[in-house]
């Protein structure tokens, strides 16, 4: 069975930098798309990043565009979201999801495996 583990959330100043992690069993980050949500308060869940190794194609959110970077480090089998440039608006729980499939898309709904998510906070 998949299970996802995120890590690496906290509270950080605006302007500053936060690394999450998303340990997987079960499943090989390399072999299908992986993704990065995040769900801010009164909000609905919103896509992020994702990833997929195996095409070399990843796939962001105009919002963090040039701010975050999501990547797998194969030999750990994590898959790593590095947010540059915080502000107050990525005040969210992060998760991390991942596909049976290699698309690697915005959609919600093409993720089947879902972790219980870290909690980033970006004081003003």
């Known amino acids: 069975q998949v299970h996802l583990v995120e890590s690496g959330g906290g509270l950080v100043q605006t302007g500053g930098s936060l690394r999450l992690f998303c340990a997987a069993s079960g499943r090989t980050v390399s072999s299908y798309a992986m993704a990065w949500f995040r769900q801010a308060p009164g909000k609905e869940r919103e896509f992020v990043a994702a990833?997929?190794?195996?095409?070399?194609?990843?796939n962001y959110t105009d919002y963090v565009k040039g701010r975050f970077t999501i990547s797998t480090d194969n030999a750990k089998n994590t898959v790593d979201l590095q947010m540059n440039s915080l502000a107050p608006e990525g005040t969210s729980v992060y998760y991390c999801?991942?596909?049976?499939?290699?698309?690697?898309?915005?959609?919600?709904?093409?993720?089947?495996?879902w972790g219980k998510g870290t909690k980033v906070t970006v004081s003003t």
């Open positions: 990833i997929v190794w195996a095409f070399g194609k990843t």
């Open positions: 999801t991942a596909q049976d499939y290699r698309t690697g898309t915005s959609s919600e709904r093409s993720y089947k495996y």
